[in-house]
């Protein structure tokens, strides 16, 4: 039995590790061929024809950039992209000193050529039909000339495209509803059966306009086919 006095060994730890490190051997890099930039490689470029030296460029260059990852579109870059485009007749110039920057501008729709279309749903009276509304507009004795009197039977129209189908109401389309109500009424509506338009320049449906809806279910307007403005003299 041995003596409790006995001093075991223990195992050096520190120069365990300093031998195994010396003992290791690590493997030295793989020499490397370096060939000559000039003599090995642009010179045998240089002599080849353009279609091959460009497929071993796109080649080398494919090999030592790796894959690309493709690039997709930002749609909403596009979209300001074409919102930014400016027409080439705009220019730059300064504004006049009695010119302000806050002016307004003028209004599409002149308040003459508005007129002249309520003046036409007052005369023909609703219901109606808007071939009915259109001649009368284009034989308008109180408008001075043949292009006023297109502009008011155009804005006849439209009234009543906006009456047979309404779109939903916001801050853009609140100046069609107004504009459409001051021509034809607050209630007015259109509906359409099988009548086409039969003047000149204008096709589609001969629509059928009333007051109110109610007025739907037994209006019975008679269509417009003659065209006298045509023979007309153009004032």
């Known amino acids: 039995m041995p003596s409790p006095h006995a001093r075991t060994s223990t195992p050096d730890f520190g120069t365990t590790r300093l031998e195994e490190q010396d003992r290791q051997s690590f493997r030295p890099p793989a020499l490397g061929h370096l060939p ?31 894959p690309r990852p493709p690039k997709l579109p930002r749609l909403y870059r596009l979209v300001y992209d074409l919102w930014a485009v400016r027409d080439p007749t705009d220019d730059d110039r300064d504004l006049d000193d009695d010119e302000e920057a806050g002016d307004p501008d003028p209004p599409t729709i002149g308040p003459d050529i508005v007129d002249a279309a309520r003046r036409v749903v ?33 804005i006849l129209a439209l009234a009543a495209l906006w009456c047979f189908a309404p779109e939903e109401t916001d801050t853009e389309h609140t100046a069609s509803v107004d504009l459409t109500a001051r021509i034809l ?28 809806p109610d007025a739907l279910a037994t209006a019975d307007p008679q269509p417009v086919t003659d065209h006298p403005w045509i023979h007309a003299e153009t004032r």
Do not use: M, Y
Not at 36 to 45: H, K
Not at 126 to 141: E, H, Q, Y
Not at 187 to 198: E, F, I, N, S
């Open 36 to 66: 000559d930039l000039s003599r090995e490689i642009l010179t045998p470029l240089l002599g080849l024809d353009s279609e091959t030296a460009l497929l071993v460029t796109d080649r080398w260059l494919s090999d030592i950039t790796g």
């Open 122 to 154: 007052i005369r023909i009276g609703l219901p109606a039909r808007l071939s009915a509304l259109l001649a009368d507009a284009l034989t308008d004795p109180g408008l001075d000339s043949g292009t006023d009197r297109q502009r008011a039977a155009e």
């Open 185 to 212: 009424g607050p209630r007015a509506v259109a509906d359409a059966d099988d009548l086409k338009l039969d003047l000149p320049g204008w096709d589609g449906d001969d629509l059928i306009i009333v007051p109110h």
